[in-house]
């Protein structure tokens, strides 16, 4: 079991800076994968980012490339996301999940584990 709990987000002005992180526990040994997606409302959860737990390498959806940035810190288990210029469209609930075996970056169905979510507003 993996257990992962969301911090950070609120509301912002269009333009804006905010950051999301999640820590992880348990079986963090495990891990494969982290990433975070996100929820609007009455829409479907989609993919926003990715990264290996053990490689650099990272994955973006089209509509966040060059805006946002997730990192890891493997010491503290943690994952951040760094979500800059942000727009009204950004709203919504972030989530994080965890992969423990390889499977896809951005299909939500290979992620086993899942934080409470966290909300993002952006307003005009």
């Known amino acids: 079991q993996v257990q992962l709990v969301e911090f950070g987000g609120g509301t912002v002005q269009a333009g804006g800076s905010l950051s999301v992180s999640c820590a992880a526990s348990?079986?963090?040994?495990?891990?494969?994968?982290m990433g975070w997606f996100r929820q609007a409302p009455g829409k479907e959860r989609e993919f926003v980012a990715a990264i290996a737990w053990r490689m650099d390498t990272q994955d973006y959806a089209d509509s966040v490339k060059g805006r946002f940035t997730i990192s890891r810190d493997n010491a503290k288990n943690t994952v951040s996301l760094q979500m800059n210029a942000l727009k009204p469209e950004d709203t919504a609930v972030y989530y994080c999940a965890a992969q423990l075996r390889a499977g896809s970056w951005e299909n939500d169905q290979d992620y086993e584990y899942w934080g409470q979510g966290t909300q993002v507003t952006v307003s005009f």
């Open positions: 348990g079986r963090t040994f495990d891990l494969w994968r």
